[in-house]
């Protein structure tokens, strides 16, 4: 988010436009580059449009430059804990790591931190700007290793939750790969024989004046616009979900009201996914903080830090404020009606007998069984509605073909 922030500085008052996750870190953030001003106002503002270009180029750049595979930073992020945990000053470690690891866009990240550090830049200020390739809980776990002077257990840490992460992540590919290998291969022969089977019976309908049926009219529609427009077609599709992946990254307003309608009940599991998924994170990386001895409140802000659904975001913001108001965590969750009552006296059992932690834990525990259950049984929940696309295809065909045909025998017969 963009937060327009009023500063007065001998006298003179004057604005800046800063990029944070709430108004405090815009109003820290200003305050660093400005030590001697008074902040007397913030305003949540839009993204400069010189922002939205900048980042349009960092997303190009970033295509060109490739996706960072998850088991490289994994192994990096190791490799780190273990040399500090030995007692290896971290900008010599940095430096080891950067001239053994292969990939060259870790090798160029973590030249640069150990650069910015040796510079006098702290670690986590050093990576934040990298938070895309990182992820948040790259960046609270920095902070959380800074903050308890235990950097190698919080990176052991760090590392833990982003295996956690891949493992689920592979589970799931592996999960849909085998339904979308059959709906590809059937999508492919529907558009051959489109463009190869019907064309061949176009030629017989048009010397019969006779009117078609639906489905052969929709089949040879098909065929004009794939034969005539289709590489136009592809091209169109994929310029349309680049724009809408782009305006979803880039513009919260959109980016809410499709997180929001990801998690509604009527998407058929992606909602269950999206929200076990991020409740899991969620509870997993405050329970870790809960445990390192870091205050409730801060580690609930590092914790929302890394959910990327804003809907879901929007209301775990809201904790922290109750607690302000004298909830306690329990009721605190009790309000954002995402925690089942279950749950709830879960939490409330832990705040009561100083166990907070292991509940936490428990409370992880629950979501990532969940989530292992959808996953593991995913292929059964989608046959239904692979079965019925197929079907759906198949009779298309089938009507489109063969119902003129029984109206042409019929007439010759007659």
């Given at each position: 988010?963009?937060?327009?922030?009023?500063?007065?500085?001998?006298?003179?008052?004057?604005?800046?436009?800063?990029?944070?996750?709430n108004?405090?870190?815009?109003?820290?953030?200003?305050?660093?580059?400005?030590?001697?001003?008074?902040?007397?106002?913030?305003?949540?503002?839009?993204?400069?449009?010189?922002?939205v270009f900048?980042?349009?180029?960092?997303?190009?750049?970033?295509?060109?430059?490739?996706?960072?595979?998850?088991?490289?930073?994994?192994?990096?992020i190791?490799?780190?804990?273990?040399?500090?945990?030995?007692?290896?000053?971290?900008?010599?470690?940095?430096?080891?790591?950067?001239?053994?690891?292969?990939?060259k866009?870790?090798?160029?990240?973590?030249?640069?931190?150990?650069?910015?550090?040796?510079?006098?830049?702290?670690?986590?200020?050093?990576?934040?700007?990298?938070?895309?390739?990182?992820?948040?809980?790259?960046?609270?776990?920095?902070?959380?290793?800074?903050?308890?002077?235990?950097?190698?257990?919080?990176?052991?840490?760090?590392?833990?939750?982003?295996?956690?992460?891949?493992?689920?992540?592979?589970?799931?590919?592996?999960?849909?790969?085998?339904?979308?290998?059959?709906?590809?291969?059937?999508?492919?022969?529907?558009?051959?024989l489109?463009?190869?089977?019907?064309?061949?019976?176009?030629?017989?309908?048009?010397?019969?004046?006779?009117?078609?049926?639906?489905?052969?009219?929709?089949?040879?529609?098909?065929e004009?616009?794939?034969?005539?427009?289709?590489?136009?077609?592809?091209?169109?599709i994929?310029?349309?979900?680049?724009?809408?992946?782009?305006?979803?990254?880039?513009?919260?307003?959109?980016?809410?009201?499709?997180?929001?309608?990801?998690v509604?009940?009527?998407?058929?599991?992606?909602?269950?996914?999206?929200?076990?998924?991020?409740?899991?994170?969620?509870?997993?990386?405050?329970?870790?903080?809960?445990?390192?001895?870091?205050?409730?409140?801060?580690?609930?802000?590092?914790?929302?830090?890394?959910?990327?659904?804003?809907?879901?975001?929007?209301?775990?913001?809201?904790?922290?404020?109750?607690?302000?108001?004298?909830?306690?965590?329990a009721?605190?969750?009790?309000?954002?009606?995402?925690?089942?009552?279950?749950?709830?006296?879960?939490?409330?059992?832990?705040?009561?007998?100083?166990?907070?932690?292991?509940?936490?834990?428990?409370?992880?525990?629950?979501?990532?069984?969940?989530?292992?259950?959808?996953?593991?049984?995913?292929?059964?929940?989608?046959?239904?509605?692979?079965?019925?696309?197929?079907?759906?295809?198949?009779?298309?065909?089938?009507?489109?073909?063969?119902?003129?045909?029984?109206?042409?025998?019929?007439?010759?017969?007659?």
């Amino acid at each position: 988010m963009y937060y327009k922030i009023t500063l007065v500085s001998k006298g003179k008052k004057s604005e800046a436009v800063v990029e944070a996750s709430n108004k405090r870190e815009a109003a820290l953030k200003v305050k660093r580059m400005h030590p001697t001003a008074n902040i007397v106002g913030s305003k949540e503002v839009s993204a400069p449009v010189e922002e939205v270009f900048a980042k349009f180029g960092k997303d190009f750049s970033r295509l060109k430059k490739g996706k960072i595979p998850i088991e490289n930073k994994i192994s990096t992020i190791r490799q780190i804990a273990v040399m500090t945990d030995a007692g290896i000053a971290i900008h010599d470690t940095l430096e080891d790591v950067a001239e053994n690891v292969e990939n060259k866009r870790l090798k160029e990240i973590y030249t640069t931190l150990g650069a910015d550090i040796n510079a006098g830049k702290s670690m986590s200020d050093a990576i934040e700007k990298y938070k895309d390739e990182f992820g948040q809980v790259a960046i609270a776990m920095t902070r959380l290793g800074e903050s308890t002077g235990n950097f190698p257990e919080s990176y052991h840490k760090l590392a833990d939750i982003l295996e956690n992460i891949r493992d689920n992540v592979a589970k799931f590919k592996k999960a849909i790969r085998s339904p979308l290998i059959t709906l590809t291969a059937m999508a492919i022969a529907f558009t051959i024989l489109i463009m190869v089977v019907v064309p061949k019976f176009k030629d017989i309908f048009a010397k019969f004046n006779a009117e078609l049926p639906v489905p052969t009219q929709i089949l040879l529609s098909l065929e004009h616009y794939l034969s005539n427009y289709g590489l136009y077609i592809l091209i169109g599709i994929i310029v349309f979900v680049y724009v809408v992946i782009f305006i979803y990254k880039n513009n919260k307003d959109f980016k809410y009201k499709v997180d929001k309608l990801l998690v509604h009940p009527k998407f058929y599991l992606i909602n269950k996914a999206i929200f076990l998924s991020t409740m899991h994170k969620y509870t997993l990386v405050f329970g870790e903080l809960v445990r390192s001895g870091i205050p409730v409140s801060e580690a609930l802000e590092t914790a929302v830090g890394m959910v990327d659904n804003s809907y879901i975001k929007a209301k775990l913001l809201t904790v922290n404020a109750n607690i302000g108001r004298g909830l306690s965590l329990a009721e605190s969750f009790d309000q954002t009606e995402l925690f089942e009552n279950m749950l709830l006296q879960m939490i409330k059992a832990g705040e009561a007998s100083g166990q907070l932690d292991a509940m936490l834990d428990k409370v992880t525990n629950y979501y990532d069984m969940r989530f292992q259950d959808l996953i593991d049984n995913l292929s059964s929940y989608i046959e239904p509605i692979m079965m019925f696309f197929i079907a759906g295809l198949v009779l298309l065909m089938a009507l489109g073909i063969f119902m003129p045909m029984w109206d042409l025998g019929s007439a010759v017969g007659g």
